[in-house]
């Protein structure tokens, strides 16, 4: 059984990954400094379900602290790789704050690198993100499309940690696979995205913030697909950037017609101007994915949506509490 090493550990991605491992006997050591970029209980329910497992260590650190970083070399050495899931996601606060985005999703970045290159850690894997392929790609969008026009400073933070990744490959032979999201969804999802606000409002009788006129789409995945993907991107590749996600679209209006449907529950929409940082369309070519990982979602649209509804009907008592924003 092999250590790994995952960051942002209590987030909705890594938080199944490292429980994936932890599943399969492996060891984990999970670093998440639990800010509040959306609601902590959310992050502290996730870390509660790691630490049921013996072999899971939480260490609560902030990626972008260098110093703190480094010194934790001692404990990282023997590990099979580093998974760095931690960042600052969201498109519209990164306008508002460019410089936290900065801070996590450069900065920290460039420090778990170097942390594994200092500790003879041969493999990282980076999460990435659709947003990086900018305002109109092609559908679906293939890895070979530039990604040199980010949209806005969270995109443009992450096309800077790739191309960190990339030159710590030439320069110390690490092996490194970036993964690019898109648009997951699952059990205890982010409560900042689509999935998850759409259900609480709905259920909760709440009105519907759509920015823009619902007809806009997005490819979604669900969070064991995505979990899945990222535990095959572990094996030695020397430098690639992989799509997950995004095998199933719908419009923002198709989703709130599911959701109703599979509640019961009439939605109350109230439809908002569009913001500039947003784009109208995203699904991801995933035949690289395919090709080198063997990965293709198992999990259709409406099953997973009804899982995540499900899961939310069962930890109401709390989750209706959760802050959306």
């Not at 492996?26 to 379900?49: C, F, P, T, W």
């Not at 064991?224 to 690639?240: S, V």
Request: glycine content about 8%.
């Amino acid at each position: 059984m092999s250590k790994y090493l995952i960051a942002g550990s209590a987030g909705f991605i890594a938080g199944r990954v490292a429980e994936m491992l932890l599943e399969d006997g492996h060891s984990v050591i999970g670093l998440d400094n639990l800010n509040d970029a959306y609601d902590v209980r959310m992050k502290e329910y996730r870390l509660s379900q790691l630490e049921k497992f013996p072999e899971f260590t939480f260490i609560k650190q902030d990626i972008a602290d260098k110093d703190a970083i480094l010194a934790l070399q001692p404990q990282v050495e023997g590990a099979a790789a580093v998974i760095n899931l931690a960042a600052r996601a969201g498109v519209r606060p990164s306008v508002e704050n460019p410089w936290i985005y900065v801070d996590t999703n450069l900065i920290g970045s460039l420090n778990l690198l170097e942390l594994s290159r200092r500790s003879g850690i041969p493999k990282i894997v980076l999460a990435s993100t659709s947003t990086v392929y900018g305002e109109d790609p092609p559908i679906p969008t293939p890895e070979t499309v530039e990604i040199d026009r980010p949209m806005q400073p969270y995109a443009a933070t992450k096309v800077a940690s790739e191309a960190m990744a990339y030159a710590y490959h030439y320069l110390y032979n690490l092996d490194v696979t970036i993964v690019r999201y898109f648009n997951v969804y699952g059990p205890a999802g982010r409560p900042d995205m689509a999935m998850y606000r759409f259900s609480k409002w709905i259920i909760e009788n709440e009105a519907i913030k759509v920015f823009g006129d619902g007809n806009q789409t997005r490819g979604f995945t669900y969070i064991d697909d995505i979990a899945l993907g990222t535990i095959q991107a572990l094996r030695p590749m020397g430098f690639e950037a992989i799509n997950l996600g995004g095998h199933e679209s719908i419009s923002m209006n198709e989703l709130i017609a599911l959701i109703e449907e599979l509640t019961g529950t009439p939605a109350n929409i109230d439809y908002l101007k569009m913001h500039k940082a947003d784009f109208q369309a995203n699904l991801a070519d995933t035949g690289k994915a395919f090709e080198l990982l063997n990965w293709q979602p198992q999990v259709g649209l409406r099953e997973g949506v009804a899982r995540m509804i499900d899961w939310y009907m069962e930890n109401r008592q709390w989750a209706k509490d959760i802050t959306t924003l």
